[in-house]
């Protein structure tokens, strides 16, 4: 007469934590994990390392290609930046901004083929606030220089001092409708390399 063997089960414990009991395991690897180790994604639970290979899979960037996109982002938004300190009207600067920031993003992402890394994202958003200081700058000191030569052309002989760049700088960063414009775009385009298409 034979008893029914019951199945006994060895307790199992995380590959990464041997003192946690579970029974969970990576649905790619196999290994076992514990709640802690274990991340659900679309296709079920998975390792760290798996969500981590999986990920190197999708970002596909080189240096160059970040290189690319800080780029763009700069002097795309360089440009913009001028443009949005010679029209100067907060709330039309307000309203541009989110479409210029998808724009630059797109432009950007064309640059390098679409290919992504993991700071791409951070990459254009440094970009973005590099490239519209620098743009803001440039407006600043061009702003300045026709003050000048219409000083010089109504008075002439009087000297005008150069714009020191201490002055230029503290005068671009107080345009607060310059930097709405560049925390927008930055924003934006930041969102838009989170995007995965
Ligand atoms: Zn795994
Ligand atoms: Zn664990």
Redesign the pocket.
Known sequence: MSESNPVIEEPTFCEVHPTRETSLR??????L?CTECAVLTPVGY??R???RQHEDKFFNASQYDYLIVAAVAAGLTGVGAVIASMIGFLLLIIIASIPVGGAIGEAALRATQRRRGRYSGHVAAAGVVAGGLIGGLIQTYARYGSQASEIARRFPGREVPALPLDVALTSTVSDISLLLFIGIVAFTVYGRFRMRI
């Open positions: 990576c649905n790619k690897c196999g290994r994990m998975r390792c390392e798996c969500v």
